[in-house]
């Protein structure tokens, strides 16, 4: 049963990249999406979007805000999943499944030309991640895209899954 719902998920998945322009909606400057909507719709967020659904977040992200979210890409789940040995069922049913999505965003609309080497930022999940400049870094994951703003507040895509 596990078997078949991974490669349903991992079909799905492959249907939706090969659809995927990779460009967010929030690039066009008409877009009003919030950050949930604006990240399900760039069809690279998939484990994400499922991650704050099976936490609850949802509704957290799609309110007022602003938020910025420090966004891992599938791949970057992909990568986490390799390094724990576990199947994306297993990480979804952790118990600090939520604590590690909030490590994820910060209160307040941070753009990139905020940030500063060696920034210390507090999280949703009330632990620090550590900016550094050139390349541009949230702790160990490099951001890949920065700046997409949406209705309550802005994305940076990284590489990488943080865990506090």
């Known amino acids: 049963m596990k078997k078949k719902r991974l490669a349903l998920i991992m079909l799905i998945f492959a249907l939706l990249m090969s659809f ?19 990240a399900v719709q760039a069809g690279d967020f998939n484990t994400l979007a499922a991650a704050l659904e099976k936490a609850g977040l949802v509704e957290t992200l799609k309110g007022k805000g602003p938020f910025t979210v420090f966004a891992p890409t599938d791949e970057a789940f992909e990568k986490l999943l390799k390094e724990l040995g576990v199947t994306a069922e297993e990480l979804l ?11 994820h965003v910060v209160p307040g609309k941070v753009m990139s030309g905020d940030l500063k080497d060696g920034m210390k930022v507090k999280t949703l999940a009330e632990k620090e991640v550590t900016i550094s400049l050139n390349p541009t870094r949230v702790n160990k994951a490099n951001v890949i895209k920065a700046d997409i703003e949406a209705s309550n507040g802005v994305i940076h895509v990284i590489d990488a899954v943080l865990v506090p």
């Open 20 to 38: 995927s322009t990779g460009v967010l909606a929030a690039e066009n400057p008409g877009a009003k999406k919030d950050i949930v909507d604006t």
């Open 93 to 103: 049913a952790r118990k600090d499944l939520s604590e590690i999505l909030l490590y």
